[in-house]
T-cell receptor, first 112, second 115 residues
Framework: KNQVEQSPQSLIILEGKNCTLQCNYTVSPFSNLRWYKQDTGRGPVSLTIMTFSENTKSNGRYTATLDADTKQSSLHITASQLSDSASYICVVSSGGSYIPTFGRGTSLIVHP | DAGVIQSPRHEVTEMGQEVTLRCKPISGHNSLFWYRQTMMRGLELLIYFNNNVPIDDSGMPEDRFSAKMPNASFSTLKIQPSEPRDSAVYFC?????????????FGDGTRLSIL
């Protein structure tokens, strides 16, 4: 059964600090992995997409990594800002399937 | 450039009433997804349409739920009769194609409360 597990479930950090969110998956065959950011009261928005051959990808202060061998991904946020407070959802797509598998998300709170 | 538009944003109704949620996908997108999000289960896919045709409705909880897509610019999700356990945020998303490499663009959801 395809599964995506995220950790930690929630995280509180001070503004300006860095943090790393984790995603482990068992989706097979693997096609791609996306990180979405969901602000409170809004729908998820795609941050990055990573395919099998990519190890790292950056989008501003967000850097995603992928280890296809261990089936792990991480999202690193540098110099956090108050606006980074949101839920971050890891989504893995399987080759040939239109339907991705969603993680339950990590809730990040950035305090001033 | 308008994104996915959902209405209403909030719905509060009594148990047993019919509820209709509406979605307008991004123009030109031919895939549409309905999701339900709860604290306990996260995002769950309910149904997926491609070119207005339902492709996978295995996530629809039971016969009380139905979804239609009469044309490329409009879809509805109906619950009849509604129950308190249906309370959740319902999202509609669209993508350019149905393939796994296309990002899904989400609306801001309908927060449904069944009393």
């Amino acid at each position: 059964k395809n599964q995506v597990e995220q950790s930690p479930q929630s995280l509180i950090i001070l503004e300006g600090k860095n943090c790393t969110l984790q995603c482990n998956y068992t989706v097979s065959p693997f096609s791609n992995l996306r990180w979405y950011k969901q602000d409170t009261g809004r729908g998820p928005v795609s941050l990055t997409i990573m395919t099998f051959s990519e190890n790292t990808k950056s989008n501003g202060r967000y850097t995603a990594t992928l280890d296809a061998d261990t089936k792990q991904s991480s999202l690193h946020i540098t110099a956090s800002q108050l606006s980074d407070s949101a839920s971050y959802i890891c989504v893995v797509s399987s080759g040939g399937s239109y339907i991705p598998t969603f993680g339950r998300g990590t809730s990040l709170i950035v305090h001033p | 450039d308008a994104g996915v538009i959902q209405s209403p944003r909030h719905e509060v109704t009594e148990m047993g009433q019919e509820v209709t949620l509406r979605c307008k996908p991004i123009s030109g997108h031919n895939s549409l997804f309905w999701y339900r999000q709860t604290m306990m289960r996260g995002l769950e896919l309910l149904i997926y349409f491609n070119n207005n045709v339902p492709i996978d409705d295995s996530g629809m909880p039971e016969d009380r739920f139905s979804a239609k897509m009469p044309n490329a610019s409009f879809s509805t999700l109906k619950i009849q009769p509604s129950e308190p356990r249906d309370s959740a945020v319902y999202f509609c998303a669209s993508s350019l194609e149905g393939g796994p490499n296309q990002p899904q663009h989400f609306g801001d959801g309908t927060r449904l409360s069944i009393l």
